[in-house]
């Protein structure tokens, strides 16, 4: 199994049919299929060879696709980074994974030129934007100019493909190893669960760094469809993207979906192409989903739920269950069910599989499953058991496949040796009118370990008090899962790169200098 | 890549929906799970240990599926033998095989008793039929009801998962070996291409041991559907079960498409359910297609072609271009595009990749290439070439990635050092009125080292001379094309089990004591 084989498939049966749109270009899979194999040819005379890493530091474009491609084609293993990190983050990254080689685009120039004094073994900028090439990098459209096409090194199944550095909510990144095995399975199973067609156009409205998006990059290749990409996402970039170039799918996280749904532009924008909007990544409210269903009648809606453990697809809830009324209605706040590439076991710490209904680690076991962490045998050992990936979610799964997430297993409360999922206790608050959105944390009790403890943020005029909320979570769930105490805010919550809110960070106040047992 | 996870995931997805219904049975996923690890378990008492070779020669039932997943769950290989093979080639294959355990239903009982005699290391006959058990063998459903499950065996990935016996058109046998990946990879692809989605209900009317059929065990469980069985394909049984257990997915090989056709039972059948019928593993008439249009019209048609080695789908012609008029016209005659798992290569005799349109022998490569041949390194060595398999069969590809197929390579007549493709003079053929079917083979010929021959089938009551029929020829394709002679027959060609016409049978009497160069 090899990830350049799909684009190979793909320039043979659809050779004259449009691979990418990006702002004013776009080209056909002859040409993507052409520049990747020059792309490849010219990283190799930068020294790549045979598992090297190659970095990237950019928003969305066509060239982060023929990226992808060329590293795997030259031999060597993809690194895409997060446009949201600080460069010492960045920095981490790159010397943990000893990349030779970092693309950056316009917006990342001068970020790249700060990155490179303090890592060492960096040895090359290019530079993939579309301004002056700056000082001291070379320029992407002059090495692929002047480099031959090169045979495809041949890398394939279990080996390398590239490092996904990841751990946004938990401290220090991590690098998932992902294989060429990895991305093709993946890739062949979400283009039918994603409902893609021959020739389905996909707009890159997410970021491409994000696995969530990256995972199109095969789906739509395997039906040798339509990439569009726009830099980066904005509600009226988005729509005016639609409107030009008429995608029929569509991946957006819940915080996208609800600005989409805000913007004043939508009314104007001709969305009649879109088929299906598959959301993710962080937790949806049933007032967006509502919203969003009222807004388009003809659209399908789908949620995946995953980590970058598994590339990163776990569970897909199918459009057929969007529903809020029928035979299929209740398992709309679930996750959905396995992918047909995936086996799910909710554990106990043993790895013993409990009865349906019971909370317990979510694992995950299947050829998406990545290698394991790089350069972290231990972290490794702790998260890969006999196959089985432990995402680290609690979840419990239903009688009928459906997993229920709780929470992250690091963000549940226990209270008095009671576990309580914050997840349930903010959906609780999230049925109180004034309640626009809230996070549920631990923090250190004398009495109970750790109490239960909300941090509110208010629809902009309502108006209530803790007691209140308080009152209003006990007409709804058990007394030991209400919030003991409230407090508001108004600023919005720290979000990691993906759009989780970061407990950790709202944690660290009521921790400091204490030690949390689950941490 | 596991086959047996497809089967677990199924069951936890789709617990109480129908897997299986053959005869007045019917089972839900979770029974058929339970009786394969139960089956499994049985094999293991009765020495099946890692890698071991268990045979089935049987009908269709919803035990050859149980078989399927029982023999790898517990460790094993699957070996499910050709049901139209004399004694003399089951003996062949199971002592190749070096099998131990073989299971037969009651119309295969006599020949089972028959054939231990001469496999001395066969140990144990299972009578998996419904009748009486025959003397000296073991009951499957005795042997399961007293079995506990056992888990499973963990084999995945490249290790064998069965050895499929091919070589029908081509003289002695072949095992072919195909992997657990072969079959999980194929079958997530399969399931896409062939449109079937969550639930579908597929009816096995072509014979389970063809891997034609066998693939949909693979995809249908892939989805958690339904598969119906009726033992033995008759038009009529097949139409009845199409309106009892309203399947919408049906695989048929053209001749068996054409007996439905004529049936007198299809005016009075309600067929409403069908929405795809999938038809491959020999060519079909242009005259058969239209009458399917006609008669189905609100049934996709679409076409597969591959071979055992390929798991065995290479190139699918979607239901699109099963049209004789408009902008996708033309592909018809086609076998359709490389499956999204597959590149596929027109080569040379040096593996030289050819310029669309020139036509050679036609390679396949990805992760559905099977391992090799049982105990056949050298032809092992002859058909996989870096990774590429040689299917034997020469063809061309259009701009558009559609592969044409002319002939077997083996087929293929040499006259005056120009290669003529019977697929060619055949259609030619088939284009006269009076012509009901053809087949051209090459004969010996002192001037041309062989000649075009043609053996005909006329119509009942039609007439024409062989004069008439290469005159016709010479209207339609290059004079070094045409017949050289026509002889008449009346009897049906002599069939593989695949229903490909036997060529080397109708070249024998012309070669007898000569050599073929390509035989």
Request: glycine share 8%.
């Amino acid at each position: 199994m090899q990830i350049t084989s799909v684009l190979r498939r793909a320039a043979q049966v659809n050779p004259t049919g449009t691979a990418t749109i990006f702002a004013d270009r776009q080209q056909s899979w002859t040409t993507l299929l052409d520049r990747v194999a020059r792309l490849a040819g010219a990283l190799q005379k930068l020294g790549m060879t045979e598992g090297d890493r190659v970095a990237l530091l950019s928003l969305n474009s066509d060239r982060f696709i023929e990226y992808f491609f060329a590293t795997v084609w030259g031999g060597g293993a993809m690194m895409p980074m997060n446009i949201r990190w600080a460069p010492a983050e960045c920095v981490y990254a790159l010397n943990d994974a000893g990349a030779k080689i970092l693309l950056v685009d316009d917006a990342f120039q001068a970020v790249g030129a700060e990155i490179k004094a303090q890592v060492p073994g960096l040895e090359t900028l290019v530079f993939c934007g579309d301004g002056e090439t700056p000082d001291g990098m070379l320029n992407y459209e002059d090495i692929l100019a002047v480099a031959d096409p090169v045979p495809d090194a041949g890398r394939s199944g279990d080996d390398l493909a590239g490092i996904f550095y990841t751990g946004g909510t938990t401290g220090f990144p991590k690098g998932v190893m992902l294989s060429h095995t990895n991305f093709y399975v993946g890739g062949v199973a979400n283009a039918h669960e994603l409902m893609i067609r021959d020739g389905t156009i996909y707009l890159h409205a997410a970021p491409m760094f994000h696995i969530a998006d990256l995972l199109w990059f095969m789906a739509i290749t395997f039906v040798a469809g339509t990439h569009v990409a726009i830099p980066a996402f904005t509600p009226d970039a988005t729509l005016q993207a639609v409107q030009a170039h008429r995608p029929s799918h569509l991946l957006l996280v819940p915080v996208m979906l609800q600005m989409v749904l805000q913007s004043p532009k939508l009314d104007e924008t001709d969305t009649s192409s879109l088929e299906l909007i598959a959301y993710g990544a962080s937790p949806i409210t049933e007032g967006v989903l509502r919203e969003a269903f009222d807004r388009f009648p003809n659209v399908e809606f789908l949620q995946a739920f995953g980590q970058t453990e598994l590339s990163p697809v776990a569970t897909i809830l199918a459009p057929d269950y969007h529903v809020f009324e029928g035979k299929k209605a209740g398992k709309l706040r679930s996750a959905g069910r396995p992918t047909r590439v995936c086996e799910i076991m909710i554990a106990d710490d043993d790895m013993t599989e409990l009865p349906r209904g019971e909370i317990g680690n979510i694992c995950v076991k299947g050829p998406i499953c990545m290698l394991g962490y790089w350069n972290k045998p231990e972290v490794t050992a702790e998260t890969l058991r006999d196959g089985w990936v432990i995402t680290g979610d609690a979840g419990y799964m239903d009688d009928e496949g459906f997993v229920f997430l709780m929470d992250r297993v690091k963000d549940m409360v226990i209270s008095g040796g009671e576990n309580v999922y914050s997840a349930e206790v903010e959906n609780a608050l999230s049925q109180h009118p004034a309640v626009a959105t809230s996070a549920v944390i631990g923090i250190p009790s004398d009495q109970w370990g750790e109490s239960v403890h909300a941090i509110v943020i208010l629809h902009p005029e309502a108006k209530a008090t803790p007691e209140e909320l308080m009152a209003h979570c006990h007409t709804v769930i058990a007394g030991y899962k209400c919030p003991r105490s409230v407090e508001f805010r108004t600023d919005p919550f720290p979000l990691s790169g993906a759009n989780k809110v970061l407990k950790t960070e709202l944690r660290k106040p009521f921790w400091d200098g204490r030690d949390r047992q689950i941490s």
